[in-house]
């Protein structure tokens, strides 16, 4: 018997869980990922001022 394609499913199974696991709190965390928590902008603009040097 053999176990290449068993194992195959069970990864892919696995990879589609996870990617909808992280979409689905990648959108309830408003486009903040698990991994990168950033406190909230109060406005878009506040970024310029960190990111001015690569002007």
């Not at 696991?21 to 959108?27: K, M, T």
């Not at 991994?35 to 040097?53: C, L, M, W």
């Amino acid at each position: 018997m053999n176990i290449l394609p068993f194992l195959a499913t069970v990864f892919v199974i696995l990879a589609t869980a996870y990617l909808v696991f992280a979409l689905v709190h990648f959108v309830a965390n408003d486009g903040v990922s698990l991994r990168h928590r950033t406190p909230p902008r109060s406005h878009p603009a506040d970024d310029f001022e960190r990111y001015s040097h690569f002007a």
